[in-house]
């Protein structure tokens, strides 16, 4: 019991601690990160009613708003890897769109 009470005073203090900014940037984080997360999951439904592997077009709208999004956190935590990385992967999500 004594480690949940240490863990949610830290959480606590660094919630304190934290300026509001770095907490809208992790806001903007998750939900970044849940985005790029709810393409797959629109995926595996699309294949399971379609019974084969398809990629819907849903898909590429939330690779493109999760893409931005977390390109947008990369800028700001100033991780260049992270920022190539997303970089590249707009510039496909939105190719794939144009041909739609």
Do not use: C, H
């Not at 480690?3 to 601690?17: G, H, I, P, Q």
């Amino acid at each position: 019991m004594d480690f949940f009470a240490t863990l949610a005073a830290k959480l606590v203090n660094w919630w304190a601690a934290t300026p509001a900014v770095e907490k809208t940037w992790l806001a903007i984080g998750f939900v970044a990160q849940l985005m790029f997360s709810m393409r797959f999951i629109i995926q595996w439904i699309a294949s399971e009613r379609a019974r084969r592997s398809i990629v819907p077009e849903t898909f590429w709208y939330f690779s493109v708003l999760g893409g931005l999004l977390l390109l947008a956190y990369a800028i700001y935590r100033v991780d260049p890897v992270f920022i190539l990385g997303q970089a590249s992967g707009l510039a496909i999500y939105s190719r794939n769109i144009y041909f739609i």
